[in-house]
């Protein structure tokens, strides 16, 4: 009887393993369209009980190379004391093709204390191959051409394209959204494992949502692999109403405020 115990529970692990599942969402033609022009997201930033800045996320419209565009912009900056201690204005940038859901170019500027830095990436996805330049103070401008993997994404795109095709009731508890992303001048497998349905008060109401937690790398700011949390909206508009940061030096909470423009 109890072998038999034993190998049941082994082959309903087993079960539950191959139940559990890695995918890549598919491209060119969104499941959904759970954002557009005009959408704007306003975030508090506290670092435990002391609110140390603020965030938006904000999409526009806009053409490059005759291709209609979302321009995405993603911000953040430290306000009240935190702003006079260590002064941060960062922004993310991704120009997505309307059509494809793939990026044309994206863009970081990044302003921390003294620290400066910039970068542009233009992807051509028909050729494999990107372009990027590089800004750093007091450093001469760098600017290289090199091969990309295939459907790659700029972080910012990633999430706004899982937005429109991943986060939804397919998935089940274990499963992991792939993309793969050049951020940091690299390129950067990210994994992102769903965890469930919580739900949680917003600044909308309360509204059940999709908990994914990103896959971070240990050793830089996280204690670990599982440090990073966020909660989408389980409705239409796929909104981040929740994003937590458990790093080294404390946790960071980002909370939705204010929400204009929302498409559903």
Same mark, same amino acid.
């Given at each position: 009887?109890?072998?038999?115990?034993? #190998?049941?529970? #082994?082959?309903?692990?087993?079960? *539950?393993?191959?139940?559990?599942?890695?995918?890549?969402?598919?491209?060119?033609?969104?499941?959904?369209?759970?954002?557009?022009?005009?959408?704007?997201?306003?975030?508090?930033? /506290?670092?435990?009980?002391? /609110? +140390?800045?603020?965030?938006?996320?904000?999409?526009?419209?806009?053409?490059?190379?005759?291709?209609?565009?979302?321009?995405?912009?993603? @911000?953040?900056?430290?306000?009240?004391?935190?702003?006079?201690?260590?002064?941060?204005?960062?922004?993310?940038?991704?120009?997505? &093709? #309307?059509?494809?859901?793939?990026?044309?170019?994206?863009?970081?500027?990044?302003?921390? @204390?003294?620290?400066?830095?910039?970068?542009?990436?233009?992807?051509? =996805?028909?050729? +494999?191959?990107?372009?990027?330049?590089?800004?750093?103070?007091?450093?001469?401008?760098?600017?290289?051409?090199?091969?990309?993997? &295939?459907?790659?994404?700029?972080?910012?795109? #990633?999430?706004? =394209?899982?937005?429109?095709? *991943?986060? &939804?009731?397919?998935?089940?508890? @274990?499963?992991?959204?792939?993309?793969?992303?050049?951020?940091?001048?690299?390129?950067?497998?990210?994994?992102?494992?769903?965890?469930? /349905?919580?739900?949680?008060?917003?600044?909308?109401?309360?509204?059940?949502?999709?908990?994914?937690?990103?896959?971070?790398?240990?050793?830089?700011?996280?204690?670990?692999?599982?440090?990073?949390?966020?909660?989408?909206?389980?409705?239409?508009?796929?909104?981040?109403?929740?994003?937590?940061?458990?790093?080294?030096? +404390?946790?960071?909470?980002?909370?939705?405020?204010? *929400?204009?423009?929302?498409? =559903?």
């Amino acid at each position: 009887m109890k072998r038999l115990t034993i #190998a049941l529970a #082994a082959l309903s692990m087993t079960v *539950a393993a191959q139940a559990q599942k890695t995918f890549r969402p598919q491209y060119d033609t969104a499941r959904t369209e759970a954002f557009g022009p005009g959408e704007t997201l306003t975030y508090s930033v /506290k670092y435990g009980f002391i /609110k +140390g800045g603020e965030g938006t996320f904000s999409v526009r419209d806009t053409i490059i190379d005759g291709r209609k565009v979302n321009h995405i912009v993603c @911000g953040g900056r430290t306000t009240g004391v935190a702003d006079m201690v260590y002064r941060v204005r960062d922004s993310y940038e991704s120009y997505m &093709d #309307a059509a494809t859901q793939l990026p044309v170019m994206s863009k970081r500027n990044i302003a921390e @204390g003294r620290y400066r830095y910039n970068d542009q990436v233009v992807y051509d =996805h028909q050729e +494999g191959r990107m372009s990027k330049t590089v800004r750093r103070r007091n450093k001469p401008v760098e600017n290289k051409t090199e091969e990309m993997p &295939d459907r790659i994404m700029d972080i910012v795109a #990633a999430f706004y =394209h899982a937005r429109n095709n *991943a986060f &939804d009731d397919r998935l089940t508890p @274990g499963d992991t959204i792939f993309y793969e992303t050049f951020f940091s001048n690299e390129v950067f497998p990210l994994n992102i494992r769903y965890k469930g /349905k919580e739900m949680v008060k917003t600044v909308l109401g309360p509204r059940m949502c999709y908990k994914f937690a990103p896959v971070t790398e240990k050793g830089r700011s996280f204690e670990g692999d599982d440090n990073m949390h966020l909660w989408i909206t389980a409705d239409a508009n796929r909104v981040p109403v929740k994003i937590k940061f458990d790093m080294k030096v +404390g946790s960071f909470v980002f909370e939705l405020t204010k *929400a204009e423009g929302l498409k =559903h």
